[in-house]
């Protein structure tokens, strides 16, 4: 029998909640496919912080350097709740971004994905969001704004000042694009470049290094577009895109707007990937406005399991049968909050609801009979 280890960082906010869901198909998961998924639990973020003193703290660390892969759960508070907690010691600054640097996972892939039974939930006209959309955003997640250099303090003048850098060398760059290409070639062979390279220098080299990779890859197709114009005409036409590549910072506010075009983040999961360690979170916030309500929506949850799945563990046909199992919950009528009006003529349901209904489903489904080593 396989044995897999899981780390699960629970995080802040709605995080414990729809942590929850994903452990519920976990648990069928293992059980369906005569697999050992063995969970163990461990603080990161904020909770983090008040517990033990750090975010991201010491045993955390040896239970994810020892997991086969790690479970993500949102973190953060909300504004006025964060400035409780030193800057540096901060969710992102003091957890998520050490996480990302511990295991180099540099290349983010956020499925922005609508299929055409679910496309009422978008807020696009229908005309704009026809059968619905399928995009794979590939964002660097290791380099950039958020990795460079900071420095505060004092100028000659007597002013506060602060520098952040932009830093990416080749090989960053190199890495992430032979992703996105190999990502386009097994899709529709078109990959858009996002860049900024009328203003950034950085996106000079970001866009030569996507040529040089490109001539490896002379059946994809490749379109330049600047990322202020990107984020147009993600409202505008989405179906233009199928892959999309761009840096750090670009990613991370982009993907929140295909979100938006999704008709809510909480069907927003993503991948982590690292040369030797992966791991895996919804691409939103822990939700401070909704947390212990059960009504988040853990499709974003339990989506980052479906991933963890299909590229940690090679359970391919598993990991389409639990999007399958999601995305007919929805098109049998059902949704959570954050997608639909209660009077839309939809049966809404909680977030434990929504766990349940997938499980039902994805136990009726049938049985993978063969998961490879
Ligand atoms: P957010 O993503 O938490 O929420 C934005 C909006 O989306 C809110 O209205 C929220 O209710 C809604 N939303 C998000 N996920 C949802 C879900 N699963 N179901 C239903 N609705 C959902 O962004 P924010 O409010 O700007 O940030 C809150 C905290 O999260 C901050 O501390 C921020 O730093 C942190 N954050 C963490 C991560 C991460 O852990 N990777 C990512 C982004 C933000």
Same mark, same amino acid.
């Given at each position: *029998? ?5 780390? #699960?960082?629970d995080g802040d906010g709605?995080g414990p909640? $729809? *942590? ?29 912080? /008040? ?9 955390? !660390? ?11 759960g949102p973190?953060?508070? %909300?504004? &006025? ?15 998520? #971004? ?19 039974? #679910? ?8 005309? $704009?969001?026809? +059968?619905?959309?399928?995009? *794979?955003? $590939? ?41 996105? /290409? ?5 899709? !529709?062979?078109? #990959?858009?470049?996002?860049? !900024? @390279? ?18 490896? /890859? ?28 761009? &840096?750090?910072? /670009? ?6 707007? =295909? ?16 040369? +030797? ?5 919804? %691409?939103?916030? @822990? ?12 499709? @974003? ?9 299909? *590229? ?24 959570? @909050?954050?997608?639909? !009006?209660? +009077? ?5 349901? %909680? ?11 994805? =136990? ?10």
């Open positions: *029998m396989n044995s897999y280890k899981i780390a #699960l960082l709605i909640e $729809i *942590m929850t869901e994903a452990v519920k198909i976990l648990n069928l998961v293992a059980e369906r496919n005569k697999v050992n998924f063995e969970l163990t639990h461990a603080s990161f973020g904020a909770n983090a912080y /008040f517990e033990a003193g750090h975010p991201f703290p010491a045993s955390t !660390k040896s239970i994810c350097d020892e997991a086969d892969a790690i479970l993500k973190i953060g508070l %909300s504004h &006025e709740e964060s400035q409780k907690i030193p800057v540096d010691m901060q969710p992102e600054r003091g957890a998520l #971004l050490p996480l990302r640097r511990r295991y180099n996972t540099y290349a983010n892939f956020r499925p922005v994905y609508l299929p055409k039974d #679910l496309a009422h939930f978008s807020p696009l006209k229908p005309e $704009i969001i026809g +059968d619905g959309i399928d995009i *794979m955003i $590939i964002r660097e997640l290791v380099g950039g704004l958020y990795f460079g250099h900071k420095e505060t303090g004092i100028n000659e003048d007597g002013r506060r000042y602060v520098k952040e850098t932009l830093e990416y060398d080749e090989d960053q760059i190199k890495r992430i694009m032979q992703v996105a /290409f190999k990502t386009a070639q097994k899709r !529709k062979k078109v #990959l858009h470049n996002i860049h !900024k @390279s009328n203003v950034l220098k950085s996106s000079v080299l970001w866009n030569e290094i996507c040529v040089e990779v490109g001539q490896n /890859f002379p059946e994809v197709e490749v379109i330049n577009i600047l990322v202020d114009a990107a984020a147009t005409y993600l409202c505008l036409n989405p179906r233009m895109f199928d892959v999309m590549v761009m &840096e750090n910072m /670009f990613g991370d506010i982009l993907s929140d707007q =295909a979100g938006g075009i999704l008709g809510s983040l909480g069907l927003m999961p993503s991948a982590c990937i690292g040369p +030797d360690k992966a791991y895996y979170e919804p %691409s939103h916030g @822990s939700a401070p406005d909704i947390a212990g309500k059960n009504i988040a929506n853990p499709y @974003s949850m339990i989506g980052s399991v479906a991933m963890m799945l299909e *590229m940690s563990f090679n359970m391919d046909h598993e990991a389409k049968n639990l999007w399958q199992a999601m995305q007919s919950v929805f098109a049998g009528g059902y949704s959570t @909050s954050d997608l639909s !009006k209660p +009077d839309s003529g939809v049966t809404m349901v %909680s977030t434990s609801e929504f766990g349940d209904k997938v499980v039902e489903k994805l =136990a009726g489904m049938e049985i993978p009979n063969q998961v490879s080593e």
